[in-house]
């Protein structure tokens, strides 16, 4: 599945630097999500947005702020992270939201893996 | 609470079946998917299940017991391309936009 993409695959920084995730998908979903998968823990949700609009924000720290300016896109704004924030961040989209029906079925981007030094 | 369980790690035999089980705590079952990730890839999905029974699509097949809270993926006359890591997947009432994902099975498969 290529229709979710994700810049860049792979990221270094250091604790005091500000960067960017970017996730654009060609799907014509309503749905976005940002995810963080960590070495032999199960994929950890941080946000939703639904229509541009955030509708879940999962008790992230305020380092990590997303953004979504409209349906296709959706970053994740990095800045003074620490390095357990080391991980593999990944992107999704969905039709619509899974509250109910298949059509919610969550489609990944590749993925940036992140090392914060 | 929520609570999700698999085995962490599988290994078996090219040609072979091997079942990945699932078990599952929520307030609220509202469906349960599969997906596949490959080493260094984004999961894909696999199977979605929110009645009881078995979904056969080809060589992969999946079964729900809402009762037992339990779910089991099915992988028939395996392929070295299988091995990657499965994750189980409930989607809970209690939050409306939210799934919660298993820690993933990885599944090695020898010749």
């Known amino acids: 599945e290529t229709g979710v993409t994700q810049t860049p695959r792979h990221l270094v920084m250091g604790m005091t630097n500000k960067k960017s995730l970017k996730c654009e998908q060609h799907l014509g979903h309503n749905a976005m999500y940002w995810y963080k998968q960590s070495a032999k823990k199960p994929l950890e949700l941080m946000f939703v947005y639904s229509l541009e609009e955030r509708v879940e924000n999962n008790s992230v720290p305020s380092r990590f702020s997303p953004e979504c300016p409209n349906s296709s896109h959706l970053f994740l704004h990095l800045h003074t992270l620490q390095p357990e924030d080391s991980a593999l961040y990944l992107c999704a989209s969905s039709q619509d939201l899974p509250t109910s029906g298949a059509t919610d079925t969550q489609y990944f981007g590749p993925g940036t893996r992140l090392t914060v030094l | 609470g929520q609570n999700i369980d698999q085995p962490t790690e599988m290994t078996a035999t090219e040609g072979a079946i091997v079942q990945i089980n699932c078990t599952y705590q929520?307030?609220?079952?509202?469906?349960l998917f599969w997906y596949q990730q490959h080493a260094g890839e984004a999961p894909t999905f696999l199977s979605y299940?929110?009645?009881?029974g078995l979904e056969e699509k080809g060589r992969f097949s999946s079964f729900l017991s809402r009762s037992k809270g339990y779910s089991y993926l099915l992988l028939k006359e395996l392929q070295m391309k299988d091995s990657a890591s499965y994750l189980c997947a409930v989607r809970d009432r209690s939050s409306a936009s939210k799934i919660i994902f298993g820690s993933g099975t990885r599944l090695s498969i020898r010749p």
């Open positions: 299940n929110v009645l009881d």
């Open positions: 929520t307030s609220g079952f509202n469906g």
